[in-house]
């Protein structure tokens, strides 16, 4: 696909280039479930990411955390949000559950029409995270 990658949240929130943090701080605040943690956003860095609440998409519950640079959106972290297939807490975790977490977002990608690599917008990345312990995938505005 030559246009970005974007999204339509159920809200109406849409996620895209362009959109800046104050939009959905200030329009749909609801959404935002809460702030990460600073050591991943240092202050001064000029980046700050926030989790929204998780929404269904047919038989997939969409897990997205937007990332900003100076308010402007740069980065999507997206997952497969299942607690009940990969578990609640490091007690359920294991690599082979988080990599079929990665294949589940790849899938749903794929229906959608967006196929990881590089475009010209950006990037889309999916798979297993070593540092995160997490099956996701992340999408990159920009150079």
Aim: glycine letters at 12%; proline letters at 8%; a neutral charge.
């Amino acid at each position: 696909m030559s246009n970005p990658f974007e999204l339509r949240h159920p809200s109406g929130l849409h996620i895209a280039p362009g959109l800046r943090e104050s939009t959905l701080l200030d329009a749909y605040p609801a959404l935002v479930v809460q702030p990460r943690d600073p050591k991943v956003a240092p202050p001064g860095s000029g980046w700050t990411r926030r989790r929204l609440a998780p929404w269904s998409d047919g038989d997939f519950t969409v897990g997205i955390e937007l990332a900003f640079l100076h308010g402007a959106l740069r980065e999507c972290l997206l997952f497969h949000d299942d607690d009940s297939r990969y578990g609640r807490d490091w007690n359920e975790w294991s690599e082979r559950k988080e990599s079929q977490r990665a294949k589940a977002l790849r899938i749903w990608l794929a229906a959608r029409g967006w196929q990881p690599g590089s475009h010209a917008w950006g990037e889309i990345w999916v798979g297993y995270e070593p540092r995160m312990g997490m099956g996701c995938g992340t999408v990159c505005y920009g150079p």
